[in-house]
């Protein structure tokens, strides 16, 4: 299934959140957006910031972006936090990358980053940062 097939899950108050994963790397983001969605989670797919943002600007409620560093384009997981910031105040964003000078550049930069996961990714370790988080928002 490509991120364009299910891209605007339903949305409805009583929900589990929203994640809005964001990765270039096709099997790595339908790997987490699977263990996501095993532990509960409605989740849309990205394939770039740039779809991401398209996303929101269509009116995606996320409640939760984790996203990649490191990806192609005109901007990477640091501009769409950045971003988001801006366009999504409060939505809370988790970063992650497998190089750890990425995920050291984002914490200088990024104030609205609720957590920063290496990669390979620790799955569990992620689904506790993103609950951490949505709790913290709430």
């Known amino acids: 299934m490509s ?3 299910d891209l605007m899950p339903e949305q409805h ?5 929203l994640v809005l994963v964001v990765e270039d790397e096709v099997l790595i983001r339908m790997a987490a957006a699977e263990h996501l969605r095993s532990c509960g989670f409605k989740v849309a797919e ?12 269509s009116g995606l409620k996320a409640d939760l972006v984790f996203s990649d560093v490191t990806m ?3 901007m990477d997981g ?3 936090a950045q971003w988001l ?9 988790v970063l992650t990358s497998g190089v750890t000078s990425s995920l050291d550049a984002a914490k200088q930069v990024c104030r609205n980053v609720s957590a920063y996961a290496p990669k390979p990714y620790d799955y569990d370790g992620i689904v506790v940062s993103i609950r951490a988080a949505l709790a913290a928002r709430a």
Do not use: T
């Open 85 to 93: 910031q801006e366009h999504a105040p409060g939505v809370p964003v």
């Open 3 to 5: 991120p364009a097939e």
């Open 72 to 74: 192609p384009g005109d």
């Open 13 to 17: 108050a009583d929900a589990e959140p």
């Open 46 to 57: 990205a394939g770039s910031a740039s779809e991401a943002q398209d996303l929101i600007l």
């Open 78 to 80: 640091l501009g769409l």
